[in-house]
């Protein structure tokens, strides 16, 4: 057995106190020569149950327990009762408890025990508000707990997650950023004139604009909580018991300052994820990740971007895109899980406008050039079909390898929720319940659900509208559009050409594709033939539209509208049934008609004669 001193040995004693109390109808800790133990014990005997009575003046590592105890209920005498997995408390109260009657309905089971909130929601970000919100308008008490555990170098934000504070806004902001620079080029060509030569960009500016947008949002979520009376503390969640948490305030400096006991008859989690590191010399030293990159007081300048998906893409585009140089290390794939054609197509565009990728190879230390002169990294890395090692000089290196859930340090066994041991996931129902009853989870933290904000949005509203409104839409988790935001953003719904094939076969479905070049482009004459859509039908079902992927500017607007569409069941036919909006890109969906497989050449050729 582990010394309890430690973390392994701590975790220990906790998950046999909980083996304990959830295998005993009643369990005293107590001490053999106490006598409100003893009066508490012929309470029992007199009342004919059963009790397991575990006296810490006996037991080895006694002391352990009491500490462990005051960590799990806030209570460090004895007795210490518990009565069907609820913490009844020291003796006066399981008199109490027993003169009002709440004693006999928990040994009944049937107890409803007035808990301090109806529900208690775990992670003030994008699921997590927008469930607190909607159960508070229905009339109930509501707790929302939000704290954010600074990266390693320190970096923390305020209240409303990942989209607000490291995700979805600031990454979409600096996009932006990125496509003024190509619309300011693009500009020249349409008349406009601009004093120099050379258009710059500057990091600080960009950054001080994003980062007080963020703080008015920060700002505008407290004020609706407060609106819609919804308790909200700045603290860390952590499970004691399966309806009580501890809520555990932590200073600037890193210390515990104050810690809370918190009931309620229900719970949602939805904690998020945060990025993942390497493991590798140097990572959390020298690196950072997309929490830090959005709050960079300097600019990164010579970047190497480690990952493929989502995350690193999108980062590495806008990167280039304000003019910085830009290395991509990719593992395996461009964009996992995405159509493979369309990714690649991504990855071209971005390689034509400067952007390297440093393909097939994966890192294996990052460490200063000279010590103690951070800003000046070198990365070494080694293939990963031989044994060939690279190295290179960065002034920035950002990790984008993915996301843990968190899930690890909130007591989730005390609770009883399964977690996956392999990924930190929780597994859940159509209805969002975990094995736990009364138990929600909701967001990134789930098990194969998509990692979107609308998506962690909807399944908290409609949870909320279930448990208090008698309502039953449960949040729909096929068919979910998506854009990835790269210089030429790429936007989808439904299926890959590959997953559409691996399900349906290869000789069931039909793929209608075609590249085009947006007006916008012609008269600055960049970027022929790059954009391109198609649609992925099952011929099995009248050509429903099962996979749509578009590349092109404005994706996530074009693939809104489509994604309706396919919810309500888009069949070729209505396709092309549908009369276009000229000139638009969106419109190019509406005239496709060359199949891949007649193999025929899909770029746009000149009119003869020009
Ligand atoms: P989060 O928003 O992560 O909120 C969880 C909150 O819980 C956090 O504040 C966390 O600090 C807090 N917390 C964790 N543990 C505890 C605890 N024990 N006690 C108290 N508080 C705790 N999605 C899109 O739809 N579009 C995009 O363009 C997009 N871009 C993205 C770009 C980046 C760089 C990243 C990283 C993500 C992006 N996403 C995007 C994904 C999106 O941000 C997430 O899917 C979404 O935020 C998930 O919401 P959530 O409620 O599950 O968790
Ligand atoms: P992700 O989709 O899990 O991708 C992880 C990437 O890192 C993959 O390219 C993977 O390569 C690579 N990788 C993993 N381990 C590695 C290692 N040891 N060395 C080198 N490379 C490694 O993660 P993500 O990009 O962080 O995205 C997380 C989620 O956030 C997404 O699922 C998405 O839903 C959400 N998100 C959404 C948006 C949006 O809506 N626009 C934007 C950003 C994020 P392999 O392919 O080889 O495994």
């Known amino acids: 057995m582990p010394p309890v001193g430690n973390d392994s040995g701590r975790k220990e004693l906790e998950s046999r106190i909980w083996a304990l109390i959830n295998a005993n109808t009643v369990v005293i800790f107590s001490k053999s020569h106490c006598p409100y133990c003893v009066k508490v014990k012929g309470l029992f005997k007199e009342l004919e149950v059963e009790c397991n009575a575990v006296e810490l003046d006996h037991v080895q590592d006694g002391p352990a327990y009491q500490d462990m105890l005051l960590e799990m209920t806030g209570q460090k005498t ?18 109490r408890a ?38 508070a308008a229905l009339g109930k008490k509501v707790m929302v707990l939000d704290y954010v555990v600074p990266t390693p170098r320190g970096t923390t934000w305020g209240l409303g997650g990942t989209c607000v504070n490291v995700g979805c806004i600031p990454k979409k902001l600096m996009h932006q950023a990125a496509a003024l620079g190509t619309a300011a080029r693009d500009a020249r060509a349409f008349g406009w004139e601009f004093g120099g030569d050379t258009v710059t960009h500057n990091w600080a500016s960009m950054r001080e604009a994003v980062n007080d947008h963020i703080k008015e949002l920060n700002f505008i979520y407290r004020a609706a909580l407060t609106e819609k009376k919804v308790d909200y503390i700045n603290a860390y969640a952590e ?18 300052s104050k810690e809370t006991f918190h009931t309620a008859a229900t719970f949602v989690l939805a904690t998020g994820q945060r990025p993942r590191y390497l493991g590798i010399p140097g990572d959390k030293e020298h690196c950072i990740t997309s929490d830090d990159l ?21 980062c590495a585009g806008f990167l280039a895109g304000i003019g910085l140089d830009v290395t991509v290390m990719v593992r395996s794939v461009l964009l996992r899980g995405f159509d493979q054609d369309v990714a690649e197509r991504v990855g071209r565009h971005m390689e034509e406008h400067g952007v390297r990728f440093l393909r097939r190879h994966v890192p294996v230390k990052v460490e200063e050039l000279e010590a103690g002169a951070p800003g000046r990294l070198r990365v070494t890395a080694r293939s990963t079909e031989s044994d060939a090692v690279v ?7 950002l990790i984008a390898v993915g996301r843990d859930a968190c899930t690890d340090k909130m007591g989730l066994e005390a609770a009883g929720v399964e977690v996956n041991p392999e990924n930190g996931k929780i597994s859940v129902s159509d209805e969002e319940r975990t094995n736990v009853p009364h138990i929600y989870a909701l967001g990134d933290i789930l098990e194969g659900k998509w990692e979107l904000t609308p998506v962690a949005i909807q399944a908290g509203k409609l949870l909320a509208r279930r448990l208090y409104a008698g309502s039953a839409p449960k949040c729909d988790y096929v068919n979910v559009p998506t854009t990835v935001f790269t210089p030429l953003e790429y936007g989808s719904c439904g299926l890959s050409e590959e997953r559409a094939t691996e399900l349906y076969g290869q000789d069931n479905i039909e793929v209608f594709h075609k590249l085009f070049s947006p007006l916008e482009f012609t008269v600055p004459n960049r970027d022929k033939n790059k954009c391109y859509s198609k649609v992925i039908c099952n011929k099995l079902d009248e050509y429903r539209v099962i996979g749509f992927h578009y590349l092109g500017p404005n994706a996530g607007e074009v693939t809104q509208g489509f994604g309706v569409a396919m919810k309500c069941g888009l069949t070729k036919a209505q396709l092309d049934g549908t009369i276009g909006i000229h000139p638009t890109c969106a419109e190019e969906f509406t005239t496709l008609e060359t199949t891949k497989s007649s193999g025929e050449d899909i770029a746009v050729r000149p009119p003869k004669g020009c």
């Open 78 to 95: 004895v007795p210490n009762v518990f009565v069907n997995g609820t913490h009844v408390g020291g003796c006066d109260d399981t008199m």
């Open 98 to 135: 027993h003169k009002d009657g709440v004693l006999e309905r928990l040994l009944s089971g049937t107890d409803k025990v007035a808990y301090d909130y109806d529900l208690i929601v775990i992670g003030g970000g994008s699921g997590g508000m927008a469930c607190s919100k909607e159960a």
């Open 239 to 256: 499970f004691t018991e399966p309806h009580k948490i501890k809520a555990v305030k932590i200073s600037k400096q890193g210390k515990v």
């Open 294 to 314: 959005f709050w960079l007081p300097h600019c990164p300048g010579k970047t190497l971007v480690i990952g493929a998906s989502y995350v690193a893409l999108e």
């Open 391 to 397: 190295e290179g000089e960065y002034n920035t290196v």
